[in-house]
């Protein structure tokens, strides 16, 4: 596609109800990343995808997160059951092969969760 | 990866040019230093990368001392639209160090 896209741009949801955000990459792109963005703050990596695999997971706030890449394309960032403190914008952004110091990273618009 | 400091926040009026300096004293050789550009309700945008002296593209200039310990973000004349948040980053994207810190970035606000 022409540049990274997310759905939903907004999620509603109940506290201790499960979410999937999507992420698709530019095509091509092979490294994909999440990241969560907190009100008034910086972002908070979550998580990187180099194909369909997640070197490290070390990013991932709780056990409640889970993410997957599936064709070395679309990513889905599962959060079960949802607390008020996973209210956030959820950006993805992904790059393409690695052009060593000119990598990169092209954003989505993010999905706007909020947690009631 | 190094750690970067900015300014929490620029005020501006429009025409003027706006410089955001950003410190990163442990900063490895290999390193680059990129900036990105968050507009409200959006995601980052890439907006110039260097590794030492200065670089220029159609948006901004970065210039980087050559103790590299600093870099500064020169953004020409600006206009309201260039109210944004901006990020420093620094790391080594030859590497798989892909764990990048944008922080709480720089809020430049421009006024009229």
């Known amino acids: 596609g022409a540049g990274v896209s997310q759905s939903p741009s907004n999620k509603v949801t109940e506290k201790g109800k499960d979410v999937e955000l999507r992420c698709d990459p530019i095509?091509?792109?092979?490294?994909l990343y999440w990241y969560r963005q907190r009100l008034g703050q910086g972002l908070e990596f979550l998580i990187y995808?180099?194909?369909?695999?997640?070197?490290?997971k070390s990013g991932l706030p709780s056990d409640r997160f889970s993410a997957e890449r599936t064709g070395e394309s679309v990513s889905t960032l599962t959060i079960q059951r949802t607390q008020q403190e996973d209210s956030a914008v959820y950006l993805c952004?992904?790059?393409?092969?690695?052009?060593?110091?000119?990598?990169?990273?092209?954003f989505g618009p993010g999905t706007r969760l909020t947690v009631l | 990866l190094a750690k970067t400091t900015q300014p929490i926040s620029m005020d501006s009026y429009e025409g003027q040019e706006v410089n955001i300096t950003c410190s990163h004293n442990?900063?490895?050789?290999?390193?680059?230093i990129t900036w990105y550009q968050q507009f409200p309700s959006q995601g980052p945008r890439f907006i110039i990368q260097?590794?030492?002296t200065k670089v220029t593209n159609e948006v901004a200039s970065l210039f980087i001392p050559a103790d590299r310990k600093s870099s500064t973000l020169s953004l020409p004349r600006v206009s309201l639209s260039d109210t944004a948040v901006y990020y420093c980053?620094?790391?080594?994207?030859?590497?798989?160090?892909?764990?990048?810190?944008f922080g709480a970035g720089t809020t430049v606000t421009v006024r009229a």
């Open positions: 995808f180099q194909g369909n695999s997640a070197p490290d």
């Open positions: 980053l620094v790391g080594d994207f030859g590497s798989n160090d892909y764990k990048l810190s």
């Open positions: 952004a992904s790059s393409g092969p690695p052009l060593g110091a000119l990598d990169t990273q092209y």
């Open positions: 260097g590794y030492k």
């Open positions: 095509s091509g792109h092979t490294a």
């Open positions: 442990n900063i490895a050789t290999n390193d680059y």
